[in-house]
């Protein structure tokens, strides 16, 4: 999976199409994320005894195809290759060719 936790990623698909947003958390296995303002989603929680009933937003994941990585200097969405230097694998823009990571 190409896409981190702490990108900035676009949404290209979906009902929220179009919206940016940073990366909360990444989950390979499934290949989801769950990206920062997308996907909200309501929840209902119980009353326990320290707490009352209430009802909670929050985001919910969104498959790794909808999003694409967006490149906050070039300032457009870009596609992700790899490429190894000094010996390490790293990320790079395939617009651009520089260094993500």
Avoid at 53 to 66: F, L, M, T, Y
């Amino acid at each position: 999976m190409k896409i981190k936790k702490n990108d900035t990623v676009l949404v290209i698909a979906g009902k929220d199409k179009g919206k940016k947003g940073k990366v909360i958390m990444a989950m390979p296995k499934k290949e989801m994320v769950i990206v920062e303002g997308v996907n909200i989603q309501t929840k209902h929680a119980k009353a326990t005894q320290g707490q009352a009933a209430e009802i909670r937003k929050q985001e919910g994941p969104i498959h790794v195809s909808n999003v694409m990585y967006y490149d906050t200097k070039a300032k457009a969405p870009v596609r992700i290759g790899y490429k190894v230097e000094k010996g390490h694998k790293v990320r790079i823009s395939k617009k651009t060719g520089q260094v993500i990571d």
